[in-house]
């Protein structure tokens, strides 16, 4: 079965730092993996997605994750944080089911930027 | 293209009521998939839908039902609420729903249950 775990709850960093969120997943076959942001009193918005075409995959708003077979990861990150990057982030799996997907999700990383 | 919206917004209810949700998905979507967010349990899948047809189902109790229309667009039903019941209920809508089809997502619709 798939799972993804994201360490850290909470993550706190300064405006122009680097931001670092981590994701790490478990699967049997090879995974398809999302990261998603939500902001205050709204839905998921997707950030980026890897589907096995390239290794570094970059999304909206300047964010990039590697997928690292050998680490079983898909860290989230961003070169330098801006006070908008503030919301709760969610790295998902997709997870077959006679063919058919369905996401699984980490518990979330809520991200605070302060200047 | 619009993306996918959700009706209402906001809902308060009480316990044992019943409630329905609305998603309509983007234009050209055939798959629709409902997701439960709470604190304490994080994003859990409900179900999805596909040419009006359940496919795929999550550890829900049968108080939780979807349908399906013709035009794709979906709503959810829970009856008898409880107090648990209170959360956000993401809509998400897909393409085909199959492999790596990517699900995009609505603002949800907030019930609290009194």
């Known amino acids: 079965a798939q799972s993804v775990t994201q360490l850290g709850s909470h993550v706190s960093v300064s405006e122009g730092a680097l931001v670092l969120l981590r994701c790490n997943y478990s699967s049997s076959v090879p995974p398809y993996l999302f990261w998603y942001v939500q902001y205050p009193n709204q839905g998921l918005q997707l950030l980026l997605k890897y589907t096995s075409a390239a290794t570094l995959v970059k999304g909206i708003n300047g964010f990039e994750a590697e997928f690292k077979k050998s680490e079983t990861s898909f860290h989230l990150t961003k070169p330098s944080a801006h006070m908008s990057d503030a919301a709760e982030y969610f790295c998902?799996?997709?997870?077959?089911?006679?063919?058919?997907?369905?996401?699984?999700f980490g518990a979330g990383t809520r991200l605070a930027v302060h200047p | 293209k619009a993306g996918v919206t959700q009706t209402p917004r906001y809902l308060i209810k009480t316990r044992g009521q019943q409630v329905t949700l609305s998603c309509s998905p983007i234009s050209g979507h055939r798959s629709v998939s409902w997701y439960q967010q709470t604190p304490g349990q994080g994003l859990q899948f409900l179900f999805e839908y596909f040419s009006e047809t359940q496919r795929n189902k999550g550890n829900f109790p049968g108080r939780f039902s979807g349908r399906q229309f013709s035009n794709s667009r979906s709503e959810m039903n829970v009856s008898t609420l409880e107090l648990g019941d209170s959360a956000l209920y993401l809509c998400?809508?897909?393409?085909?729903?199959?492999?790596?089809?990517?699900?995009?997502f609505g603002p949800g619709t907030r019930l609290t249950v009194l």
């Open positions: 998400a809508s897909s393409s085909t729903g199959a492999g790596t089809d990517t699900q995009y």
């Open positions: 998902a799996v997709i997870s077959l089911s006679g063919g058919y997907n369905k996401l699984i």
